[in-house]
């Protein structure tokens, strides 16, 4: 078996493995866009046949008030002959350690399972919560702001991007949309499509929400389905349900999808007996490519010291002890040690800790891989729950 990169002239090859695997069409394939943040690692067999391959897109993320790269891991696919030989397994092997050379602390995917991606250190990170609203007995308090049907003669990549600045410095892992991600304003067309953008104001006309939806008609009435929904603050978030009040004569509830944060429920004045309903979607998993640089870029409670014994197979940069010293809520040294460590986790473990899934008193009582040397030490102040969300397919 020989795993490389593939390279630009074996496009269609990894078009054509994606569509085979996947039931697909070549055309929707990962490969043959000129996209430099997008790379393909393949798996070949002594022939040259391509057997197995996944895909890499580099994006930029924000964790713990900063912003740092993230690969997002995609078509993921084998021939179906060649499945269970372990190529996946094998560009993983060669991806891993290049990501931590090319400086990349971390990386997510969307898995087909959780207990075969566990194998190469990844563990489930965002969770969303998916808000089915009842039109009716929707009370909103007035607020002064507005909205508007989005139109393509509005400086519209000016007001989405400014949503999406408050949006995303908000929460742990959520992707930084750059230049090329607002081009589907360009396709707006809902007289076509029947997908409708809204745009939401504040009493000043400043942009503070937006959201992209269609009628469906489902089992439990006639809904609005949103394909985006995104706000900078509680203002947005009114005003977007403003939008969807503005159409309850006609349509029973509206559908989408919140950050877990236990504290975004009680935005919504009537909850009991159906009036919203929430259900949990797991959104993804994380992977730790640089422990190292990722203690260096966590943010801390106060001040103190912890000593780590981390476990990475794939990543051996990664595998031993760390001392990692902090104050005033950030780094001041992270550093090979040879002291007994406080503790030890697994590479998935850390992974979801770090990114702030739960609190460490938890983690140790539920987690695999987590063991506990030094009850004492001070893993509250390194493990503790952040606010997470991810919006962003790969």
């Not at 603050?233 to 509830?253: E, Q, T």
Request: hydrophobic share 40%; glycine share 8%.
């Amino acid at each position: 078996m020989i795993v490389r990169k593939t390279l630009p002239a074996e496009s269609a090859a990894v078009n054509a493995l994606f569509a085979v695997a996947f039931e697909s069409s070549p055309e929707k394939g990962p490969a043959g866009e000129d996209d430099a943040r997008i790379c393909h690692w393949g798996a070949f067999s002594e022939e040259g046949e391509l057997m197995s391959s996944l895909s890499l897109t580099y994006f930029s993320i924000r964790f713990d008030g900063g912003v740092c790269p993230m690969a997002g891991v995609g078509a993921v696919d084998t021939l179906p002959p060649y499945r269970h030989r372990g190529g996946v397994a094998a560009c993983f092997a060669r991806a891993l350690p290049t990501l931590y050379d090319e400086g990349v602390p971390f990386s997510y995917l969307y898995p087909f399972s959780t207990a075969f991606y566990r194998r190469f250190g990844y563990e489930s990170c965002v969770t969303r919560l998916a808000c089915t609203l009842e039109l009716a007995p929707l009370r909103l308090p007035p607020d002064g702001g507005g909205f508007r049907l989005a139109r393509k003669d509005e400086p519209l990549r000016e007001m989405i991007r400014a949503v999406d600045r408050a949006w995303e410095s908000r929460w742990n892992m959520e992707v930084i949309r750059g230049e090329a991600d607002y081009d589907w304003l360009d396709k707006l067309d809902p007289l076509a499509t029947q997908e409708y953008l809204y745009v939401c104001f504040d009493a000043q006309g400043a942009p503070r929400g937006y959201t992209a939806f269609r009628t469906v008609q489902e089992p439990d009435g006639r809904n609005l389905v949103c394909s985006r929904f995104r706000f900078a603050d509680r203002s947005g978030f009114y005003a977007l349900l403003g939008v969807f009040k503005s159409l309850a004569a006609d349509h029973r509830y509206a559908k989408f999808s919140l950050p877990s944060d236990p504290a975004l429920p009680y935005l919504l004045d009537e909850w009991s007996l159906g009036a919203a309903r929430f259900s949990l979607e797991p959104a993804g998993m994380v992977r730790v490519v640089n422990v190292r640089e990722v203690l260096l870029r966590a943010a801390y409670r106060g001040e103190g010291a912890l000593c780590l014994r981390i476990r990475d197979a794939l990543i051996p940069q990664n595998d031993g002890v760390f001392a990692v010293r902090f104050a005033d809520g950030r780094a001041v040294s992270v550093e090979r040690s040879e002291r007994e460590p406080d503790a030890a986790l697994s590479i998935p473990a850390f992974s979801a800790l770090i990114a702030g899934v739960c609190g460490f008193e938890g983690a140790k009582d539920w987690m695999d891989g987590v063991e506990v040397f030094h009850p004492d030490a001070p893993f509250d102040r390194v493990f503790y729950r952040k606010p997470l969300m991810i919006s962003t397919f790969f």
